[in-house]
C-alpha cells in the first residue's frame, strides 16, 4: 500500500457551505476506511441535522461540540469564554496528535483564530507535529493569512445570492 501525506485544507469566504464541505470530505474518508474527529467552536447544536445524522449512522465519526452559540446569518459569533475555547482546542489537538484519525476536522476554527481567541502559533505548531497521515480541514470565515500560508488547499466560498437577504429564515436540514 502507498504511504499516505496527510494535507491541511482550509474552507473559508463568507458564503454558505464551509462546514458542509468538511462534512462531505469526512463522508467520503470514511467510505474509504478512514477515522474521522470533528471538533466544532461556537457551536452546542445536539439536535442539528448533521450531528444527529452522525450518532445514527456514523458510529466511528466522533464529534466534540466546544461552544455555546449558534453563528448568526452574518457569520457573527458572540464571545465565547476562553476556557471553552481552550478545552475545545486542546481536545482536538490530542485527537490529532494521536494518530488514532486520519482525518480531523476543526469546524469555525479561523473565525477563532480572526478574533483572536486562540493563538495562531499553537496552531501552526500542531499542524507541523501531526503524523503524516493525517489530513487536517480548518473551516470558517476570514482565515488568517498564516493559516492560508500553512495549508495545501484554500478553498474560498463567496455569496453570490442568499434567501436570508429576501427574508427567508433558517431552515431543518439545511441550516442545522
Do not use: W
Not at 496527510?6 to 469526512?26: F, I, R
Not at 501552526?124 to 497521515?133: A, S, T
Amino acid at each position: 500500500m502507498r504511504k499516505r501525506k496527510g494535507l491541511v485544507l482550509v474552507y473559508t469566504g463568507n458564503g454558505k457551505g464551509k462546514t458542509t464541505a468538511a462534512l462531505g470530505l469526512a463522508l467520503r474518508a470514511m467510505g474509504h476506511g478512514r477515522r474521522v474527529f470533528m471538533l466544532q467552536f461556537k457551536k452546542s447544536e445536539p439536535g442539528s441535522g448533521e450531528i444527529r445524522a452522525i450518532e445514527k449512522y456514523l458510529p466511528d465519526f466522533k464529534v466534540v461540540q466546544a461552544g455555546k452559540r449558534k453563528m448568526s446569518p452574518e457569520g457573527f459569533l458572540p464571545e465565547e469564554r476562553q476556557d471553552v475555547i481552550l478545552e475545545g482546542f486542546n481536545r482536538g489537538k490530542e485527537a490529532l496528535l494521536s494518530g488514532e484519525y486520519d482525518l480531523v476536522i476543526f469546524d469555525e476554527i479561523n473565525i477563532v483564530l480572526a478574533r483572536g481567541q486562540l493563538d495562531i502559533q499553537n496552531v501552526i505548531e500542531m499542524l507541523k507535529q501531526r503524523p503524516e497521515h493525517v489530513d487536517v480541514v480548518l473551516t470558517g470565515r476570514n482565515a488568517p493569512e498564516k493559516i492560508i500560508e500553512a495549508a495545501d488547499l484554500v478553498s474560498e466560498v463567496q455569496e453570490v445570492k442568499h434567501y436570508y437577504r429576501s427574508g427567508v429564515k433558517a431552515q431543518e436540514g439545511l441550516e442545522f
